[in-house]
């Protein structure tokens, strides 16, 4: 059966999509967004019960393999040493994420002009400034002013989340060292705000916030994007795009709730499906005019794949803490984000500090550790660990490699048959001497904090939340998949407006770039297109 | 002890992992805390990881017939790693959300939500010498 055409049809309505979704209402355009997950429900998040350190193994893990829920697609990631987390429903990866809202900072537009590697972005930080401060309204971020790793200008809303014993500790530790640091900004809404009580420091932000302080998109832009009359059809599960005899996408086949195959005729199509969902797709999307998958006359569709590896150092302190109550993260330190040669490596990473862990987190990590025997001495172990352990976390910056990629399994399908994505990606040599100082900066912090006891990881395999650059944007076609507003070059009204559009990855999380890069992206569709 | 629940553990089973459960958290007097062999935690062992039997029921038949002590556990621990830490990560899931462990160590034993926590107001005094090095960010052309 054929739908009446729309003329934008969002695919994703994680965090970009809602943002687009939310930014093109404006217009008078009919936007339709279809997303192959369920709304959530934040009756029904782990935090909610007593046993919600279980709980979030099961429908709530972050690996969709560990999920392996009817709209989770299945990833083969076997050649990869860092694993796939995502979250597949309305909010997308804001549902599970920490919150945690860190800009990129100018020069990560400029890396060819300034250290010499890959290519500049064609948007430059000025540029997204103001659709910045727009998402952080939106967002409702909280953070404090004036961090001198950023141009002036930067302010959040709302007053920063409470740093913690933890996130004191580390900061003394920083300040002994002469490093910087700065309280987290944080999408955590730390005043009532658009209908949403403010944080009360549940802790477990990565399973879902129950209080609804997390600004995960589908409470902060969806609820706006629907009264300005966006349509959003959940269990929706798209299978391809189509194309006409010119090339111009004509609309997608998919499955609804029921299974049944469906066409949705479209105007523009407008993908916001992730690092691994977008190339997928693209792959899927072969025919007559685009053998090789949609968009892919430069044959990058699908390369390009960054990750943020992280690394871990991890602290056990002789008194107590915080435990995992309070937002999962508090203050993070960019001394070591901006390139200098004399460390051997080009770019750099953050520091993000987190607060410790539950009752069941920490038992089991202790017997990792071998700090927490079996029998006898268990409780006594235990009691030394009990809101003892604090972590740093290295974000590193991951530049593009051709090598790492995404394609298509030959075998492995979703619940609907769908050829689900591989995964081929190796660490760089620049990226492992990163993790290496990361490490060994790390481990000097928490000698400086009176840490008696640090274990350190590198890299955290489950740790793939950020999937970039599979698309990458750019102005020329031969070295790019989109344009600089997010236009293919080949299909000429195919958008693709999220992470996967990253020229590369810098050293801080995605999240705040990614959306301001969504609304940057609809204001150009509503500049050039809407009128 | 047998626990009468709906699992799909054989009696032998039931009985391997008593043994080994008893093994990785002990009763304590002194903490006033109770052992994972507990009938009601052990109970909740058996139930919450009836999917895990296929998995552990090769392991699980090495220690029939057998009295399981520390030495015993060891051998069991190098022999079967995988199911081992499966049976570890069931144990711990299980006991600690068992009333009387978690208010043996002074947590509330209730859901997160709704009440939440107290955090401490932040002292920002500390970023002074932050403030003082100035800027550290580099300037893009």
């Given at each position: 059966?054929?739908?009446?055409?729309?003329?934008?049809?969002?695919?994703?309505?994680?965090?970009?999509?809602?943002?687009?979704?939310?930014?093109?209402?404006?217009?008078?355009?009919?936007?339709?967004?279809?997303?192959?997950?369920?709304?959530?429900?934040?009756?029904?998040?782990?935090?909610?019960?007593?046993?919600?350190?279980?709980?979030?193994?099961?429908?709530?893990?972050?690996?969709?393999?560990?999920?392996?829920?009817?709209?989770?697609?299945?990833?083969?990631?076997?050649?990869?040493?860092?694993?796939?987390?995502?979250?597949?429903?309305?909010?997308?990866?804001?549902?599970?994420?920490?919150?945690?809202?860190?800009?990129?900072?100018?020069?990560?537009?400029?890396?060819?002009?300034?250290?010499?590697?890959?290519?500049?972005?064609?948007?430059?930080?000025?540029?997204?400034?103001?659709?910045?401060?727009?998402?952080?309204?939106?967002?409702?971020?909280?953070?404090?002013?004036?961090?001198?790793?950023?141009?002036?200008?930067?302010?959040?809303?709302?007053?920063?989340?409470?740093?913690?014993?933890?996130?004191?500790?580390?900061?003394?530790?920083?300040?002994?060292?002469?490093?910087?640091?700065?309280?987290?900004?944080?999408?955590?809404?730390?005043?009532?705000?658009?209908?949403?009580?403010?944080?009360?420091?549940?802790?477990?932000?990565?399973?879902?916030?129950?209080?609804?302080?997390?600004?995960?998109?589908?409470?902060?832009?969806?609820?706006?994007?629907?009264?300005?009359?966006?349509?959003?059809?959940?269990?929706?599960?798209?299978?391809?795009?189509?194309?006409d005899d010119q090339g111009m996408a004509t609309g997608v086949i998919y499955y609804d709730e029921t299974g049944k195959e469906e066409f949705q005729a479209a105007h523009e199509?407008?993908?916001?499906?992730?690092?691994?969902?977008?190339?997928?797709?693209?792959?899927?999307?072969?025919?007559?005019?685009?053998?090789?998958?949609?968009?892919?006359?430069?044959?990058?569709?699908?390369?390009?794949?960054?990750?943020?590896?992280?690394?871990?150092?991890?602290?056990?302190?002789?008194?107590?803490?915080?435990?995992?109550?309070?937002?999962?993260?508090?203050?993070?330190?960019?001394?070591?984000?901006?390139?200098?040669?004399s460390r051997g490596f080009v770019r750099g990473y953050s520091f993000e500090i987190s607060r410790g862990m539950g009752p069941v987190a920490k038992a089991l990590t202790g017997m990792k550790w071998g700090l927490v025997p079996w029998r006898a001495d268990h409780h006594s172990a235990f009691c030394g660990l009990q809101d003892r352990v604090t972590s740093l976390y290295a974000i590193c910056e991951d530049l593009p490699e051709e090598h790492n990629r995404v394609t298509l399994d030959p075998s492995l399908t979703d619940s609907n048959g769908i050829l689900a994505p591989r995964i081929e990606y190796t660490l760089s040599g620049n990226s492992k001497q990163i993790l290496a100082h990361a490490i060994a900066r790390g481990i000097e912090v928490m000698e400086a904090a009176g840490a008696k006891h640090i274990e350190t990881a590198s890299p955290i395999e489950l740790a793939g939340w950020h999937l970039l650059g599979t698309a990458r944007m750019g102005t020329e076609p031969a070295r790019s998949v989109v344009s600089e507003w997010g236009r293919s070059h080949d299909v000429r009204n195919l958008f693709i407006v999220d992470g996967r559009i990253f020229v590369t990855s810098s050293g801080a999380s995605q999240t705040s770039t990614l959306q301001a890069l969504a609304l940057y992206i609809a204001y150009q569709m509503k500049q050039r297109l809407a009128n | 002890m047998s626990a009468q629940h709906s699992h799909s553990f054989s009696d032998d089973e039931q009985t391997s992992i008593t043994a080994i459960v008893a093994q990785i958290i002990i009763a304590s007097m002194e903490f006033t805390q109770p052992g994972a062999d507990d009938s009601e935690i052990l109970n909740d062992i058996l139930t919450s990881g009836a999917a895990l039997q296929g998995r552990l029921g090769r392991a699980l038949a090495t220690l029939v017939d057998k009295a399981v002590d520390v030495g015993q556990a060891t051998i069991f621990r190098q022999s079967f790693l995988v199911e081992v830490e499966l049976l570890q990560t069931l144990t711990v899931q299980c006991y600690y959300r068992d009333a009387r462990a978690i208010q043996a160590l002074s947590i509330d034993v209730r859901p997160l939500f709704p009440h939440g926590y107290i955090q401490e107001p932040n002292d920002f005094s500390l970023l002074e010498p932050v403030h003082m090095r100035g800027e550290i960010y580099r300037k893009a052309p």
């Open positions: 059966m054929t739908q009446d055409p729309v003329d934008v049809l969002i695919i994703g309505a994680g965090a970009s999509g809602a943002a687009v979704a939310w930014s093109l209402a404006d217009t008078r355009m009919r936007i339709l967004c279809f997303e192959q997950g369920g709304m959530p429900d934040q009756q029904t998040f782990p935090t909610t019960g007593r046993n919600w350190e279980a709980w979030r193994t099961g429908d709530f893990a972050l690996s969709p393999n560990q999920r392996g829920l009817p709209e989770d697609y299945p990833i083969n990631d076997d050649a990869s040493p860092i694993k796939v987390t995502n979250f597949n429903g309305v909010g997308g990866g804001t549902v599970l994420y920490g919150a945690h809202f860190p800009r990129l900072h100018p020069s990560d537009f400029k890396v060819r002009t300034l250290d010499g590697v890959e290519d500049d972005w064609p948007v430059d930080y000025q540029t997204l400034a103001p659709f910045f401060a727009e998402n952080d309204r939106m967002m409702c971020v909280s953070g404090l002013a004036g961090d001198q790793a950023y141009p002036a200008g930067k302010a959040p809303p709302m007053p920063a989340a409470p740093m913690g014993r933890s996130g004191r500790k580390l900061a003394e530790a920083f300040n002994a060292r002469g490093w910087h640091w700065w309280p987290c900004d944080l999408a955590i809404a730390t005043e009532d705000y658009d209908g949403r009580a403010k944080c009360n420091n549940l802790g477990a932000c990565i399973s879902g916030c129950a209080q609804g302080a997390k600004g995960s998109v589908d409470i902060t832009y969806w609820p706006h994007a629907l009264r300005k009359g966006v349509e959003l059809r959940t269990q929706c599960c798209v299978r391809e795009i189509t194309v199509v407008v993908m916001a499906t992730n690092g691994i969902g977008t190339p997928r797709l693209l792959l899927n999307s072969t025919s007559k005019q685009f053998p090789n998958g949609l968009a892919n006359s430069s044959g990058l569709v699908g390369k390009n794949l960054m990750f943020h590896p992280y690394a871990s150092i991890q602290g056990v302190f002789t008194e107590p803490l915080d435990g995992h109550n309070g937002p999962h993260k508090s203050i993070l330190s960019q001394q070591f984000y901006e390139t200098d040669t | -």
